[in-house]
């Protein structure tokens, strides 16, 4: 299964989708996911930004002007929901950066 635009779901609903993604492999089943990746400081610089604005913002999710929400997490955060979703990671890397990036996570559904 190839899953692209993760950006786009909200931290909460993180684990619910994963358990969706889980229900849907056969087991040994691969999960090919990209998670988009941009500079941990402009992350940071427009999440105070929405929360100045009174928005309830958790860190790492933004609002861009020309795209909306986003939520970037921590690889080591999505590496733990994967993990507590019952995929094991077998690679992962990041891509080239030119602005921003998109680190690519293979994992698969345990047994």
């Not at 427009?46 to 790492?60: H, S, Y």
Request: glycine share 10%.
């Amino acid at each position: 299964m190839c899953i692209d635009a993760m950006e786009m779901i909200p931290p909460e609903d993180w684990q619910a989708i994963l358990g969706r993604f889980r229900r849907a492999l056969r087991r040994n089943g691969l999960l090919y996911l990209t998670v988009e990746r941009h500079a941990e400081e402009l992350v940071r610089n427009r999440n105070e930004e929405a929360r100045r604005r009174g928005l309830p913002v958790v860190d790492g999710e933004v609002l861009w002007e020309d795209s909306g929400y986003h939520f970037y997490p921590r690889m080591e955060r999505v590496r733990g929901w994967l993990k507590d979703s019952g995929f094991t990671v077998e690679d992962d890397a990041e891509g080239p950066w030119a602005g921003y990036a998109y680190h690519h996570v293979l994992a698969r559904l345990g047994t």
